[in-house]
Every structure is written in C-alpha cells, then in structure tokens.
C-alpha cells in the first residue's frame, strides 16, 4: 500500500504565502515523479508543477517565478512555496505520484487527499 499525505493549506492574504508538503510511504520501490494539481469550485483539475526522478521541474505560466517546487529534507517528501499568492490561487490542493509498488511491479498514480488553500482579497 501507498499512502500520500499533504499537508499546510490554509487560509492567506493576497500577497501572502504558503508552504504544502506531501510525503509519500508505504511498499515504495521507485517513486518516477511528483506533481502538485489544484482544482478550483468548477473548473478541472490542473497541474501546478511536476517534477521528475531526474530532476526535471516543470510549472504552470500561471505559477511560474511565484511557486516552487523542491525535495524537502525527509525521504519521499516534496515542498511546494507558494510565494506572492493570488486570490485566482484559490483552490484544493493535490500531491499526486507515480509510484511502483514493492509487490506489484509496475507504477500507478497515486494521490492524497487534498489540502485546501484560500487566497483572500
């Protein structure tokens, strides 16, 4: 079994920022890529940024040089800093990671639950 877990949404100033986590654990034998997506109250699910098991980081033009994504300190885990946020920033948060099992042999996605972050006006 693989678990994703994030956590640090909340409720923040236009201008304000924002730190998520999500850390990845259970049967975990390669983790291929990490990626934040985010859907808005009626709109799709969109990706954020992606970033690759080789270091390949790619971000939505509506995030780019206000968001990062990085490696946290903690194996399996990644950050996302979320810096200058913006009301249209508004939405449910979600880690998302292709992952192979231990004892399944191939990679699925995986997901967590959400993270809910609010950008007031």
């Known amino acids: 079994q693989v678990q994703l877990v994030e956590s640090g949404g909340g409720l923040v100033q236009a201008g304000g920022s924002l730190r998520l986590s999500c850390e990845a654990s259970g049967s975990i034998a390669a983790i291929n890529s990490m990626a934040w997506y985010r859907q808005a109250p009626g709109k799709q699910r969109e990706l954020v940024a992606v970033?690759?098991?080789?270091?390949?980081?790619n971000y939505a033009d509506s995030v780019k040089g206000r968001f990062t994504f990085s490696r946290a300190g903690v194996k399996n885990t990644v950050n996302l800093d979320m810096l200058n946020l913006k009301p249209e920033d508004t939405a449910v948060y979600y880690c998302?990671?292709?992952?192979?099992?231990?004892?399944?042999?191939?990679?699925?996605?995986?997901w967590g639950q959400g993270t809910q972050v609010t950008v007031s006006s």
């Open positions: 998302n990671a292709n992952i192979r099992d231990t004892g399944l042999g191939q990679a699925y996605d995986y």
């Open positions: 970033l690759s098991s080789d270091g390949r980081l």
